[in-house]
């Protein structure tokens, strides 16, 4: 089968704004081009009949995309155990979309959008990297994705209160982090608070002070929907560190926001609705 693993590491990010532009993203080369849906290549006619379960699993996914479309509810549908044969032709038909998730941990999630959005791939993992599970999503984003983003905190007023002097921005961004993630804890669903960092002087100890200040939480979500955008998880409730990166790799567009998860990376209701439309249309060239 083929392997859709995320080759991604969540490692903390280093700094960047307008005065460090020569600086390259290092950790991973990103596709220079933004993906275009294109209609999968259709298998034989007697590979499908060896495959009842996969196309069963397609019109599954069919009624969990009409499920949300009508009411917003996503769904997950286990695939652990699928015949190898079914499972290759699920993965020739989903093929890969525009947004890959990896969530650390004692047992990794490696998670990658299908070509249509909003229908997900998950794979969790072992210690020693053998897959323990295999699921499909149908969902704005995945839930474990929400669940893990913000597992481990850190006191922020305690560590505001230890910053060494002679910073420039870094202590005043932080006090409006603390302050608007307080808000975003006592309402999850508020709209997103942006600070623009590429817009502020900020010296290196500033992104260090920054960086060290609020930790690195254990999701990395990479999106090619709107560019190159590499998001982290901080180890503060609501905080996500967003990157955008132009096509040779340095960073262009540096910020933090406060949201349950970024925009950027969440399939829309009209990708969503296209999506259905997509797969039945697929579907219907199968049979």
Not at 71 to 92: F, H, I, K, M, Y
Not at 107 to 129: C, N
Request: a negative charge.
């Amino acid at each position: 089968m083929r392997d859709i693993s995320i080759n991604i590491v969540n490692v903390p990010v280093g700094p960047g704004s307008q005065s460090e532009g020569d600086m390259v993203l290092d950790y991973m080369k990103m596709p220079s081009e933004m993906s275009t849906y294109d209609m999968p290549s259709f298998p034989e006619e007697s590979e499908l009949e060896r495959c009842p379960q996969a196309m069963g699993i397609l019109a599954d996914i069919q009624l969990m995309l009409a499920q949300i479309n009508d009411n917003g509810q996503g769904s997950v549908l286990t695939v652990t155990g699928l015949p190898d044969a079914d499972l290759n032709l699920l993965n020739q038909i989903l093929g890969e979309g525009e947004v890959s998730v990896l969530i650390d941990g004692e047992h990794p999630v490696r998670i990658q959008e299908t070509v249509m959005a909003g229908i997900w791939r998950l794979r969790s993992f072992d210690k020693q990297g053998n897959v323990l599970s295999e699921a499909i999503e149908v969902a704005e984003i995945p839930e474990c994705v929400r669940e893990h983003a913000f597992a481990t905190t850190v006191n922020l007023a305690e560590r505001i209160a230890g910053l060494p002097e002679g910073l420039l921005n870094a202590p005043s961004v932080l006090v409006e982090i603390a302050e608007t993630s307080a808000q975003y804890k006592q309402a999850p669903d508020m709209a997103s608070h942006v600070i623009n960092l590429s817009l502020l002087p900020f010296s290196p100890e500033d992104h260090y002070s920054l960086t060290t200040t609020t930790g690195t939480g254990c999701v990395t979500i990479l999106s090619r929907g709107y560019g190159n955008c590499r998001i982290t998880s901080t180890q503060v409730d609501g905080l996500w560190r967003v990157q955008y990166y132009n096509s040779t790799d340095h960073l262009i567009l540096d910020t933090l926001e406060i949201v349950a998860i970024p925009a950027v990376a969440c399939a829309a209701p009209e990708d969503l609705a296209d999506s259905a439309i997509r797969l039945e249309e697929i579907r219907d060239a199968l049979m």
